[in-house]
């Protein structure tokens, strides 16, 4: 079984930065496609960001240039770096990984392993 831990949510201005942590229980997490998704009340789960197992990453439109997903395979932690965060990135962020294969469209039914999540607010 894989547990998935995120931390470093919190309250933030428009255009500040927040950097969020996912700690990774699995002895071949290496191997892993990992990514974040988010839900705002209301409305249906997005796919933020993802990353394979060999450093290639996917972005949504919406994130594109301002957030950065990236890895620590030694430490067996993922992290997203959120930069210029604007009001409507308020959500529930959740750290999911998928242990067989590829990560390929940010589609949330192909992972197989999910957090509890962490809260970001932005507030204009």
């Known amino acids: 079984q894989v547990q998935l831990v995120e931390s470093g949510g919190g309250s933030v201005q428009a255009g500040g930065s927040l950097r969020l942590s996912c700690a990774a229980s699995g002895r071949y997490y290496r191997r892993y496609c990992m990514g974040w998704f988010r839900q705002a009340p209301g409305k249906e789960r997005e796919g933020v960001a993802s990353i394979d197992s060999d450093g290639s990453t996917r972005y949504s439109d919406s994130v594109k240039g301002r957030f950065r997903i990236s890895r620590d395979n030694a430490k067996n932690t993922l992290a997203l770096q959120m930069n210029s965060l604007k009001p409507e990135d308020t959500a529930m962020y959740y750290c999911?990984?998928?242990?067989?294969?590829?990560?390929?469209?940010?589609?949330?039914?192909?992972?197989?392993?999910w957090g509890q999540g962490t809260q970001v607010t932005v507030s204009s």
């Open positions: 999911a990984a998928d242990t067989y294969g590829a990560c390929g469209f940010l589609y949330g039914p192909q992972y197989n392993y």
